[in-house]
């Protein structure tokens, strides 16, 4: 039986008209789109799960702070009350603003690894994976073995294969290891969150040897929720006192501030140490790349609700009904007998294609060929996170073979209903009720040499 609906803790003020085409004219417009799905136009898509980054619906507080925002090129009002917001919450000495993750991400990598270095995590995001090795480093996944199962439902599959980081870092040499990474919640196995116990051991593991420990920070209040949920001893803390003690125990942070900050459009960087030589260093990257570091590529009504949005992704009741929408969604899979990473993490449900189509090999890439189904079924965007995303080996050029064959249908926040919700479940069980007819995948007819699952063009097996 589907789990009680959490209704949602606000109410509709303006809204956005939605169309829905025949299903003879989403058939031309992903052929059209080269059958990929970033290829679409938004107007043609019903239900818009292609991510839940950048895609929240902000706040009456956080449009009035559009208007309040300070557009001055140094030393912003807009800017104070961003850095106040973020050193209040992470108990961080440095945030730097950024216009989004990767800038983070782009801004920081070559500070920490080079040509030979390598960098560790739980699971690397694929832009995170990206500016590892446009800085000439490698990227090593080292995820508990539990996140490979998708049927087992224990809680935090998102951690950290505390064992193996350690054979990792006596294998390669301590002094190779540029970076820690640690994805909260980790995106790439679900949306699967870190436990605390977890995130204590891989700073032992890090102070132990010596490695700076970053925290890829994108769905941190995500995290959080779950840690108070589900870990012995959390269930009394406040959200907030449990974001102070998990990054307490990393140097620094990373963030997209797109996803639980509820803005379309920003991102950080925190550093914990205020009197860390890193700080001019992040400076002086940022006014390359982005801006002086009081404004970091954003406009100061972009920091304004930023500032905003980071108090409102971490409001209890929100969190609840946020997750809530996950479980909801999951249970109806649940009912129907769909198998999806479980239990469902923090921003989408991860449905298994592989067990979909167990017919469909790795090389014709089943997320995809679910996520090509469900835009024909019923106008639903969303996008593998598989074998397709994943992309070649950049020595050999070969395919390479995913851990998951994914469709993650991520959820925007604040966004959709109940009833999105279940035209969702339904158009997955009348796919999943004519699976076995289909019976090839899709090939890659052209594709770029990095992140190509943006754009690469793809076309039907012909059995
Ligand atoms: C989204 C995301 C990023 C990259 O952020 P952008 O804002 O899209 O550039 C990095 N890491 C994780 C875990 C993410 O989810």
Not at 2 to 10: L, N, R, S, T
Not at 23 to 35: F, M, N, S
Not at 347 to 362: E, K, L, R, T
Request: charged content about 25%; hydrophobic content about 40%.
């Amino acid at each position: 039986m589907a789990v009680k609906y959490i209704p949602e803790p606000f109410r509709i003020k303006s809204v956005e008209p939605l169309r829905m085409l025949t299903r003879e004219e989403r058939e031309q417009k992903i052929a059209g789109a080269k059958y990929n799905l970033f290829g679409l136009k938004s107007e043609d898509c019903y239900i818009d799960l292609l991510t839940d980054s950048g895609t929240n619906a902000m706040s009456l507080e956080q449009w009035a702070g559009i208007m309040r925002g300070d557009e001055s090129y140094a030393g912003a009002s807009s800017y104070y009350k961003l850095i106040d917001a973020g050193r209040d919450i992470f108990n961080y000495g440095y945030i730097q603003p950024v216009h989004q993750g990767r800038a983070a991400e782009k801004v920081m990598m070559p500070l920490f690894l080079c040509k030979g270095k390598f960098a560790v995590s739980n699971m690397f995001f694929d832009t995170t994976r990206a500016h590892v090795e446009i800085a000439g480093a490698h990227a090593i996944d080292c995820v508990v073995k539990t996140a490979k199962d998708t049927s087992l439902r224990v809680p935090f599959k998102g951690n950290m294969d505390v064992e193996r980081l350690e054979k990792i870092i006596s294998e390669h040499g301590k002094e190779n290891i540029g970076l820690v990474v640690m994805t909260i919640t980790n995106n790439s196995a679900g949306g699967q969150p870190v436990s605390m116990q977890n995130m204590r051991e891989v700073s032992a593991i890090c102070k132990k040897y010596g490695i700076p420990l970053d925290i890829d920070a994108a769905r941190y209040a995500e995290n959080a929720y779950f840690i108070k949920r589900d870990e012995h001893g959390y269930r009394d803390v406040p959200v907030k006192d449990i974001i102070r003690e998990m990054f307490g125990y990393a140097d620094m942070f990373t963030m997209s501030a797109k996803k639980d900050t509820i803005v379309n459009m920003g991102g950080l960087i925190g550093v914990k140490d205020a009197n860390s030589p890193l700080i001019l260093k992040i400076k002086a990257n940022c006014i390359s790349y982005e801006g002086f570091y009081t404004y970091g590529g954003l406009s100061g009504r972009d920091l304004e609700a930023l500032a905003i949005g980071l108090y409102e992704g971490i409001d209890e009741n929100y969190l609840r009904y946020r997750v809530g929408q996950m479980e909801y969604l999951a249970s109806r899979l649940d009912d129907a007998g769909i198998a999806y990473q479980s239990p469902v993490g923090g921003h989408g449900v991860f449905v298994d294609a592989a067990v979909m189509f167990p017919q469909i090999p790795y090389n014709e890439y089943p997320g995809q060929t679910l996520a090509i189904e469900l835009y024909k079924e019923a106008g639903i965007r969303s996008c593998d996170i598989g074998s397709y995303m994943l992309g070649n080996d950049p020595d050999t050029g070969e395919q390479l073979r995913a851990d998951f064959e994914f469709t993650r249908l991520a959820i925007p926040r604040r966004v959709y209903t109940q009833a999105h919700l279940d035209i969702i479940a339904e158009a997955l069980i009348e796919i999943q009720a004519r699976a076995k007819q289909i019976k090839r995948g899709y090939r890659i007819i052209w594709e770029p040499p990095i992140l190509r699952h943006f754009q690469a063009q793809l076309e039907p097996v012909s059995s």
